[in-house]
Antibody, heavy 120, light 111 residues
Framework: QVQLRESGPGLVKPSQTLSLTCTVS??????????WGWIRQSPGKGLEWIGY???????YYNPSLSSRVTLSMDTSKNQFSLTLTSVTAADTAVFYC????????????WGQGTLVTVSS | QSALTQPPSASGSPGQSVTISCTGT?????????VSWYQQHPGKAPKLMIY???KRPSGVPYRFSGSKSGNTASLTVSGLQAEDEADYYC???????????FGGGTSLTVL
């Protein structure tokens, strides 16, 4: 069973860049079993898909965030990362890293989530 | 892409059945076999309950069932139990670009 754990700063200033890392255990990000992605949830609000990627292949982003988002993978550390630029208070959310099995359309493994607050 | 439409709340007494709707368009729910439902308890990560409209992952009780008609998907919880009280989110694969959209969520209360 794949386990995921998010890490990164809990506070980011407006206009700066948010960077989070997801550490994977119980699986390899270079395998063809999964897409690796991110979902966020603003306080008291619903879920919002950010994007996901497959090692060595395309990455897919939410069109509403695509101009500010980058997903990347570090196979040496078995980690994948999220970068979100030019953040505002509206980007305050709990960020979850997730897995989507290859050729299957659902998210089966979720990290515990990490709260990132955008504030000066 | 607009979020899928869910009622903000639903409720039922223990033992009763409750159905939660999720309405989209022909570009997502109506045109996709890949509708899923997630359960989220307060302070916890969401948990997959239904995928591909009606399929249940291993370990999910038979009380949870899914269906779809046109642009609307539904989650039915039969024989409500106290532990079913949670937020429920629908999700749909949306088109040819591997995009995913979620519903706004429904808070289910067991009276």
């Amino acid at each position: 069973q794949v386990q995921l754990r998010e890490s990164g700063p809990g506070l980011v200033k407006p206009s700066q860049t948010l960077s989070l890392t997801c550490t994977v255990s119980g699986g390899s990000i270079s395998s063809d079993d999964y897409y690796w992605g991110w979902i966020r949830q603003s306080p008291g609000k619903g879920l919002e898909w950010i994007g996901y990627g497959y090692y060595g292949a395309n990455t897919y982003y939410n069109p509403s965030l695509s101009s500010r988002v980058t997903l990347s993978m570090d196979t040496s550390k078995n980690q994948f990362s999220l970068t979100l630029t030019s953040v505002t208070a509206a980007d305050t959310a709990v960020f979850y890293c997730v897995t989507k099995p290859n050729r299957i359309q659902y998210f089966d493994n979720w990290g515990q989530g990490t709260l990132v607050t955008v504030s000066s | 892409q607009s979020a899928l439409t869910q009622p903000p709340s639903a409720s039922g007494s223990p033992g009763q059945s409750v159905t939660i709707s999720c309405t989209g368009t022909s570009s997502d729910v109506g045109g996709s076999d890949h509708v899923s439902w997630y359960q989220q308890h307060p302070g916890k990560a969401p948990k997959l309950m239904i995928y591909d409209v009606f399929k249940r992952p291993s370990g999910v009780p038979y009380r949870f069932s899914g269906s779809k008609s046109g642009n609307t998907a539904s989650l039915t919880v039969s024989g409500l139990q106290a532990e079913d009280e949670a937020d429920y989110y629908c999700s749909s694969y949306a088109g040819i670009n591997n995009h995913v959209i979620f519903g706004g969520g429904t808070s289910l209360t067991v009276l």
